[in-house]
């Protein structure tokens, strides 16, 4: 039997989110309603009689102060009503905390294919098209990845059958079937690469081929009946290759040619020369770094007793889908890899990263989800992925620029604690052994992620599951989370790792490295619905699951707490030394493949480098006199988007679960300026704390790669310094994204100039980490930031995002006590800028706001910077700092206004005093974004010691902090250029995204 | 001296139960963290067994059961039709409850809160949806209401509180807010700059709530609800104004006397009433 329940807010009540909706569609697409009421629906499809309906309608879904229910239809005096659901084969959370529910109040099991879904019914007001209605249903309600959506007219309702019954069940009606591939030639496994969607790459085809034609490999496969390679072992070697889970753009061979010198250069790995290398370097020098370079995330020793562990990654494509989905499946999937790192981590912290196309967009270019729509999607998944995670997310950066129309990019970064030692092991250490069970924990899989996003192009049906996105399930993941933290301090895990890109393939096919081998029942795997092949099971990427080597004599134990904290647990296979992978299925071996050969290397990627100099590019230093009205300048620089205010982001996200909150994301007097990075304690009794930061700026990118990456370690490093991080230990995360840099003379004819801007970032990137000591904790690399967007006329226009390195680093503070804000505190300090201030305004705001790239872009003078940096740190650790604060993008001009509007307060400012390398004009002085800088604020009483401390450094005592209300700033000649109320100031730097909640 | 122990649930997406509980050993408790499944599956097997030895029962905040069908129903659900007769006797006992966020969801939903007329199973007040429409995490300032019975903030009369939701505004008839009034169960109210009621000015108040109600009792005092987090403010540092308030101490050649924080004193006050009513051989 099936019943639909509706429930509703009583008519008295405000619906604050049918109040959304009707600002969205009036700020989107400038339709206004009347009135908007969201009526949820749950449909339930289970053998429950009447009295059980009704005790489950009044006893849980239906609140008696503020709700009324009905299972008869409650729609009633509306113009159009919009029903909501979801696709097939979507992760309905709530459909299943329904089932759980229910379960417990009637003690009840719902049997086999027994459901519940939930929807939703829009109820709406006012006079509508139903053009108009569809662009609501289509375009704010729903996405058509995962939702669909249905739309009546008032004239065509009918009371009594209200929206019907619809049932989004998976019903594949197919038997599960391993397929074998003939592959005669290498034309033949081309073909079916093609035809399979395998992305094989050429190269990659002879290795495979041979290893299938050796003589002890086809003994071996004869002994378990298998001869030709199995649909199973092609689409794991296929995934295995994937340059997403091999990495074969970094560990590729480059080319590079430098067009205006002449040199001639191979770089034979980026991976291996600019990421290893320096960091092993490094390592050697820093005890504190513990693991790196091979688990899922970097690990680095907090104090003696904890270490913590930190990863970053990028969830770009599935993002640019179906944002909410794959922006919440992004956050909830890096939280995986802390707790699959060592033997397990507890998450402490997550932070963010969005780059997008411009809010106000109104071009003629057409991408799948405006960008306003896009990041107010991304927000909110990362939104509920983090809060109901549990896991403060403190910090994150936002960029717009009309590149990433293409392809938006969403950053995910993750920080875990673990003590040093479980029992007596390390437990960063972690190996599989021959007996250790396989097991996986959490979520069932469905056929979700496989092919990723070629299967975006399919045509759906009523019961087709819509796999290809996901909806992240941080409820799931949480308690598994739970579950798995009291497992390893139970010394229950010997090994744990996570399902993500690859699935189970990965995940065991990696595990099975350490033990040599290992076996699989895949019919034990718990299925989201049947009907998967043997191939689908093992790669299939659904989320929310980790896999875990446990050993036999700890299995009733393990799976004791597992029941205990309601998270499903299945022994699926074993590990042992056969030097085999083999795939069962239900007693037939479908899967047999030699440990040995896929950790073999497979052909290297090669790539040409050709890279011009900016000069050569035609770029220069614009031709721009001074302003006359150098106030409007800054009020303009301060309303910019990459610039102002983006405070309603930050206050959406918890960042003070956990109780460890230090520094928050937004400080000063206001609480409403972002400071230089955050500060948590992640071990409550300990005043030690974790000090993180992260830096993008991908617009000097547009003059020269390595000094954008320069600059952005730079920019990272000083923020981090400047709220108390320790120097000495600093661990970096690398994120790159770029675009394609493979070469094709029709679709990417930059593609050799885009492969040197990469190689050139990387020599950057092993440069400045070696300079300032930083391990590369972690990292990752995506691709592909390319996007062929619809134009007016029916044709394609490609665009491809900037070149763009997120630097995240990480720090100890040792006395959380110690650490500062960057708000100026008492009138009457003095202000110094730390460092010098060079014409270096080459990819600047101030120059973009002109409509200029420009050519000098910022560069980073190690020499000089670090033992500033030492210096400020050692001043911070005497207490003779009130304020310190990184001068960014924007320039001094910005950041000084930041640093009083931050104290609510004025400040008179003295360019003249202000260091120079070069003799400047005051709009460079203002604007120039040079790296290695401070603004620092300090007691007159504490000015000789802090004076001190930077003997010999290029340092100017600039100004003070005033009892006005007026941001005063004295041009070089001594006249006063800038007089502006400080409120005013806020309220500019506010205006652009002030009205969002 | 006797201990006084507090019991912390945890599970189910609940996610505060660390620094709760760090926050209550702070303020001089025993404490434990405990699954609401083994609090079950323990008082479903041997009734009491469990809950006779703890004091002060706790429902942290977080997301259980993802807050799908509202914020703390299903919890509220669960305990009431598996264990509801055993948190009655912990209640007759005399002994206290605190709900913080999600946990002060569950207490209206389980009915512990208001508790009109002893009645503690009926639903009469509810928390739902921000009137911002969106979650917020902020700092608020409360007014603490000096004429409440509740246990939990005798001695105070302000306090600053990090609040962190999506669904906390405070809703009811008005009879029925008016009888809360009138009972002194409002026991925090959001307040302005000034210290008083912050008249549903956002974001002040938060959330929207009526006559900005942010945490209430029962008739007894003993059963606590509220929506911002004491835990959260544990030690001084998590105040967002802890560095400029360093800093001003200094310049008149002081520091910051104690690190201890604020938030640290509800449930110290819980601590001390059960100390008080063990001393005084009222409880065991």
Redesign the interface.
Known sequence: MISRLEIR?KDE??D??G??VKRKAADYFGIKLEDVRVIRILTIDAELNHDQLEKIRQ???T????EVSSFSPTARSFDWLIWVGFRPGLRD??GS??M??IE??LRIKFQGEEAVY?SKLYEIRGKLTEKKAKIIAGEILSNDIIQQYRLIQRAKWDPAQGIGLVIPKVILNHVPQVSTIAIGSNQELKDISISRNLALQDSDIPPIREYYLRDDVKSERRKYGLERPTDVELEYIAQSRSDHCNHNTFRGLFRYHDLSTGQKETVNNLFKTCIEAPTLTVKEKKDWVVSVLWDNAGVARFDENFNYTITGETHNSPSNMEAYGGAITGIVGIYRDPLGTGKGSKLIMGMYGYCVGHRDYEGELKPRLHPRRLLDGVIEGV?DGG????VPTPYGLVVFDKGYMGKCLVFVTALGIMPGLVGNQPSHLKRTEPGDLIIMSGGRVGKDGIHGVTASSEVFSEHTPAGHVQIGD??TQ??MH?FLIEARDEGLISFITDNGGGGLSSSIGESARFSNGCRVDLDRVPLKYSGLDQWEIWISESQERMTIAVKPKHLDRFMELSA???VESTVIGEYNDSGYLRLDYKGTTCALISIAFMESDFPQWEFDAEWTPPELRGLKEPVLSEPKRHGEVLKTMLSRPNICSRNWI???????????????PL?G?G?DIPGDAVVV?PV??STRGIATTQALNPFYSEVDTYHMTAATIDEAVRKVVAVGGDPDHIGGVDNFCWPTIIYHPENNPDGKYKAAQLVRSNWALRDYCLAYGIPLLSGKDSMYIDGNLEGPYGERRKVSGLPTLLFTVSSVVKD??K???M?A??PGDTVYVLGDTRDELGGSEYYQMMGEVGLHVPWVDVNKSWPMYLALHRAIEE?LV?SAHAVTRGGLAVHLALVAMAGETGMDIRLADVPAADDLGDSKMLYSESSGRFIVTV?PARQDAFEKIFSGMKTGHIGAVSGSSRFKVKGKDGGIIINEDITKLKDFWKGPFGGL? | MKAVRALILTGYGLNCDYETDYALKTAGAETQRMHINELIEGEQGSPGSILSRFHILVFGGGFSWADDHGAGVVLASKLKFNIGDRIDRFIKDGKLVIGICNGFQSLVNLGLLPGFDDDYRARKVALTANSSGNFIDSWVKLKINSSSPCVFTKGLSHLDLPVRHGEGNFFATNSDIERLFRNNQVVLQYAGGDGDPAEGKWPQNPNGSIKDIAGICDPTGRIFGLMPHPEAFHDMTNHPDWTRKKEYLSREGKGIESWEGDGIRIFRNGVEFIRSEIEQGRME
């Not at chain 1, 809060?387 to 549990?390: A, D, E, P, T, V």
């Not at chain 1, 956990?658 to 520094?663: D, E, L, M, P």
Request: charged share 35%; with cysteine; hydrophobic share 25%.
């Open positions: 807010l009540l405000t604050p989110e109040r959304n006893d849980i879904f609140n008696p102060v503020t959370t709530a905390t329904a759980e529910a417990d109040l939930t939104k809060n109901k995670s549990g941080p409820y949480k308690k739970d205990r904290h309601a930050s206050r959406q996200y918890d960042h003070e679960v956990q109780g460890g909150s230090v520094i928050k400080v007097k609480r304690r409550l009794d959380i006590r650490c500062v804000t708000d505190k008492c207490g009130s007691d909640i």
